[in-house]
């Protein structure tokens, strides 16, 4: 999920401000051109554009092959177009498929361990998926994922309040309880109170779960 677009809006509005004009000498094109690749390289999601982007801009001015004035411009623009996607919500695709990748890796390796017979830790695996799925989606939803304290929430909290605000069903919450206490179950050692089928339900479900609310 990406970082709150207000603030990530506002750094870059903050890095565009200070950069507003070309500088005058060398010293300052090097502190503006600074300033506004590392904020592109720090807000720019893995496997964008704008990451490829940045890299080549680094190679080139390393190497000398173009001059901070001349890159000064072209700097300027790539970060006033990553602005304009984040405001208008294109970027959220792309880090939603990176996070939908991760997830169905760790999916799969759970998947593999339950093939070779090993129920308890492929029911671990998927749970904890599960978990950092229902935090994802909290983070989508603005809801905090940790109490007023700063103690993280327990899963099946994060499940009642997206159900609350309508980011999945009351029947998908009931599937998302019932995966929770498996994954529990397991964590615990309480093996033969779930069977291997049951743990491939679960795997299934979660998998279809994501893809319908993806984060």
Not at 123 to 145: D, F, M, N, T, Y
Request: charged share 20%; hydrophobic share 45%; proline share 4%.
């Amino acid at each position: 999920m990406l970082p709150d677009q207000k603030a990530i809006l506002k750094q870059i509005d903050d890095v565009l401000a200070k950069c507003s004009y070309s500088p005058n000498t060398a010293e300052d094109f090097s502190k503006a051109l600074s300033m506004m690749l590392s904020a592109i390289r720090r807000l720019a999601p893995a496997g964008s554009v704008y990451a490829e982007n940045v890299r080549a801009y680094d190679a080139q001015l390393t190497g000398g092959v173009i001059a901070m004035s001349m890159a000064f411009e072209p700097a300027r623009g790539m970060l006033l177009s990553l602005r304009s996607d984040y405001e208008s919500g294109y970027l959220q695709s792309l880090v939603e498929l990176v996070h939908a990748d991760i997830f169905a890796d760790f999916l799969d390796m759970a998947g593999y361990l339950l093939e070779q017979h090993y129920k308890d830790p492929a029911a671990v695996i998927a749970g904890s998926v599960l978990e950092a799925h229902l935090r994802k989606l909290c983070g989508k939803h603005s809801i905090a994922p940790v109490k007023a304290d700063g103690t993280p929430k327990k899963a099946d909290t994060l499940n009642s309040e997206l159900t609350a605000v309508g980011a999945h069903s009351k029947l998908d919450q009931k599937s998302v309880t019932a995966w929770l206490d498996l994954r529990n179950k397991a964590a615990h050692g309480k093996y033969a109170e779930y069977s291997g089928e049951q743990v491939a339900l679960m795997l299934q479900g979660i998998r279809d779960f994501a893809s319908r609310y993806p984060a």
